[in-house]
């Protein structure tokens, strides 16, 4: 008999694993945490997220926590101006929110949850088998084991939980280098989406009042092989070359650098052993999209794990974690890569440039693309079932009327649960879902803002449409929809 210290060991206490914790803790699924770091990392390469992900915190009613969050309403993509506003919910993503920031909220919210975190604590092996993972790991007291029936690696581009579950990290390797400081103490004009100058690219985010972060990219400059550290003296030299602006009277605050190397997980599965965020895909930061990527990741993951360790998960729903995600990462990689041409590329890049210009200007059906493709707002699940516009795509917000009280679709996701929406009437959903009662709400509520009334709407966890009734068509497939997602019926 198998016994268990820990329903699922994350490995990993970045953005993507706190929030996953967070998800697991939601369905009543225990979960610890593991982290090498004997503290948070208060650096913060990240600052903000995609629209997309500012959704998937509202769903869980963790946007309030950040206060005022303001959005970028226009960016670039590779540098060609783009206004993000053209879908509906459609920003640059939320400004100036520093990784370090999001990491504390998501930890916060998870250890309210009742998610344990161990700090200090480097993971040395994994053995695995049919019923569990057997967690190896040396900590401050010495060595620890831990069962679980589950391992999920949020642990960055280097996993030592990607490598032990021996599954390949394909890829293109790296070609040039962005470098970039945070300083203080000296008033810079921002440049939001960078400039392209002779010899390169200049970026200046401001951080506060007296804080920025210069970012660059030096084309004469060869791809770095020492493994000594940058320092500010190179970093002020080469911006002042490129920009004319003199930052070497700056106080340095951290100086770091990134490349364009992009890779990619064979498989986001390996039997129990799982990969999420910078462990299952990796890319030029660029639109907010990496630590993004990694927290949509963990949303889709942890409702289907919880279903599994709790008996009902029908059959293959772990399996398709890795088929609705993998496409998700590739196409990040693909428009990174993309952006890195157009926005990083020589002279030689000019008439594509040009052209791809002129498609982003004439073009509204461009923009709706790019702005789609960048935000993740556009992404859309195979679910089969119904044939309906809505179907394997988000949930947008919507303003609801419940009991004669208003609220919002967002907050019906609060919990965590899946949520079926009977809109506008009686259309016997509810005796429909009765023997789901346990996992899927039944919510009664006014007619939805839709292109077309429809009688209900059947939410995943993770915000996206598994089923729509259109106005006349009853619970028609309906036991089938819940069956495939959510298991059988009590």
């Given at each position: 008999?198998?016994?268990?210290?820990?329903?699922?060991?994350?490995?990993?206490?970045?953005?993507?694993?706190l929030m996953?914790?967070g998800?697991?803790?939601?369905?009543g699924?225990?979960?610890?945490v593991?982290?090498?770091?004997?503290?948070?990392m208060q650096?913060?390469r990240?600052l903000?997220f995609?629209?997309?992900?500012?959704?998937?915190?509202?769903?869980r009613?963790?946007?309030?926590?950040f206060g005022?969050?303001g959005?970028?309403?226009?960016g670039?993509f590779?540098?060609?101006p783009l206004?993000?506003?053209?879908?509906?919910?459609?920003?640059?993503?939320?400004?100036?929110?520093?990784?370090?920031?999001?990491?504390?909220?998501?930890?916060g919210?998870?250890?309210?949850?009742?998610?344990e975190?161990?700090r200090?604590?480097?993971?040395?092996g994994?053995?695995?088998?049919d019923?569990?993972?057997?967690?190896?790991?040396?900590?401050?007291?010495g060595?620890l084991?831990?069962?679980a029936?589950?391992?999920?690696?949020?642990?960055?581009?280097r996993?030592?939980v990607?490598k032990?579950?021996?599954?390949d990290?394909?890829?293109?390797?790296?070609?040039?280098?962005?470098?970039?400081?945070?300083?203080?103490?000296?008033?810079?004009?921002?440049?939001?989406?960078?400039e392209?100058?002779p010899?390169?690219?200049?970026?200046?985010i401001?951080?506060g009042p007296?804080?920025?972060?210069?970012i660059y990219?030096d084309?004469?400059?060869?791809l770095r092989?020492?493994?000594?550290?940058?320092?500010?003296?190179?970093?002020?030299?080469?911006?002042?070359?490129?920009?004319?602006?003199?930052?070497?009277?700056a106080?340095?605050?951290?100086?770091s650098s990134?490349?364009?190397?992009?890779?990619q997980?064979?498989?986001?599965?390996?039997?129990r052993?799982?990969l999420?965020?910078?462990a299952?895909?990796?890319?030029?930061?660029?639109?907010?999209q990496?630590?993004?990527?990694?927290v949509q990741d963990?949303?889709?993951?942890?409702?289907?794990?919880a279903?599994?360790i709790?008996?009902?998960?029908?059959?293959?729903?772990?399996?398709?974690?890795?088929?609705e995600r993998?496409?998700?990462?590739?196409?990040?990689l693909?428009?990174?890569l993309?952006q890195?041409?157009?926005?990083l590329?020589?002279?030689?890049?000019?008439?594509?440039?040009?052209v791809?210009?002129?498609?982003?200007?004439n073009?509204?059906s461009?923009?709706?693309?790019?702005?789609?493709?960048?935000?993740?707002?556009?992404i859309?699940?195979?679910?089969g079932?119904v044939?309906h516009?809505?179907?394997?795509?988000?949930?947008?917000?919507?303003?609801?009327v419940?009991?004669?009280?208003?609220?919002?679709?967002?907050?019906?996701?609060?919990?965590?649960?899946?949520?079926?929406?009977?809109?506008?009437?009686?259309?016997?959903?509810?005796?429909?879902?009765?023997?789901?009662?346990?996992?899927v709400?039944v919510?009664?509520?006014?007619q939805?803002?839709?292109?077309?009334?429809?009688?209900?709407?059947?939410?995943?966890?993770?915000?996206?449409?598994?089923?729509?009734a259109?106005?006349?068509?009853?619970?028609?497939?309906?036991t089938?929809?819940?069956?495939?997602w959510?298991?059988?019926a009590?």
């Amino acid at each position: 008999m198998n016994s268990f210290d820990v329903d699922v060991v994350v490995v990993g206490a970045g953005p993507t694993g706190l929030m996953l914790a967070g998800e697991l803790r939601l369905n009543g699924v225990s979960v610890t945490v593991l982290d090498k770091l004997a503290e948070p990392m208060q650096q913060s390469r990240a600052l903000g997220f995609s629209a997309r992900t500012i959704e998937e915190f509202d769903q869980r009613g963790l946007i309030a926590r950040f206060g005022e969050v303001g959005v970028i309403p226009s960016g670039h993509f590779g540098g060609v101006p783009l206004d993000y506003q053209v879908l509906e919910g459609g920003s640059y993503g939320a400004r100036g929110i520093p990784q370090a920031r999001t990491e504390g909220i998501l930890g916060g919210w998870a250890q309210q949850l009742g998610a344990e975190v161990r700090r200090g604590v480097e993971v040395t092996g994994l053995e695995s088998d049919d019923e569990g993972v057997t967690v190896l790991a040396e900590g401050a007291d010495g060595p620890l084991r831990l069962r679980a029936r589950h391992v999920v690696g949020c642990d960055g581009a280097r996993s030592i939980v990607r490598k032990l579950a021996g599954i390949d990290f394909p890829g293109t390797e790296p070609t040039l280098e962005l470098r970039f400081a945070d300083v203080a103490g000296i008033q810079l004009r921002p440049r939001f989406s960078g400039e392209r100058v002779p010899g390169g690219m200049v970026m200046v985010i401001p951080m506060g009042p007296d804080r920025s972060r210069i970012i660059y990219f030096d084309r004469d400059e060869p791809l770095r092989t020492s493994p000594d550290p940058i320092t500010f003296e190179e970093v002020a030299e080469a911006f002042q070359r490129l920009s004319g602006e003199d930052i070497s009277g700056a106080t340095p605050l951290w100086v770091s650098s990134t490349t364009d190397v992009s890779r990619q997980a064979a498989a986001y599965r390996n039997g129990r052993i799982f990969l999420a965020g910078d462990a299952a895909h990796i890319h030029l930061p660029i639109g907010a999209q990496g630590m993004s990527a990694g927290v949509q990741d963990a949303v889709n993951l942890g409702w289907k794990l919880a279903l599994d360790i709790k008996g009902q998960a029908p059959q293959g729903l772990l399996d398709t974690y890795h088929a609705e995600r993998h496409p998700v990462g590739a196409r990040i990689l693909t428009n990174t890569l993309a952006q890195r041409i157009l926005y990083l590329g020589g002279d030689e890049i000019t008439p594509m440039r040009e052209v791809f210009g002129e498609l982003v200007e004439n073009y509204d059906s461009v923009k709706r693309h790019l702005v789609g493709m960048v935000t993740g707002l556009d992404i859309r699940h195979d679910l089969g079932g119904v044939d309906h516009p809505l179907v394997g795509r988000r949930l947008p917000d919507r303003d609801l009327v419940v009991d004669g009280e208003k609220t919002s679709a967002f907050t019906l996701l609060n919990a965590g649960r899946a949520v079926l929406l009977e809109l506008g009437g009686d259309h016997g959903l509810r005796e429909a879902a009765a023997g789901w009662a346990d996992r899927v709400d039944v919510v009664a509520a006014d007619q939805i803002d839709c292109d077309a009334p429809v009688d209900g709407i059947l939410v995943r966890p993770d915000g996206y449409v598994a089923w729509v009734a259109p106005s006349g068509a009853g619970s028609e497939a309906l036991t089938d929809t819940l069956n495939r997602w959510f298991g059988p019926a009590n």
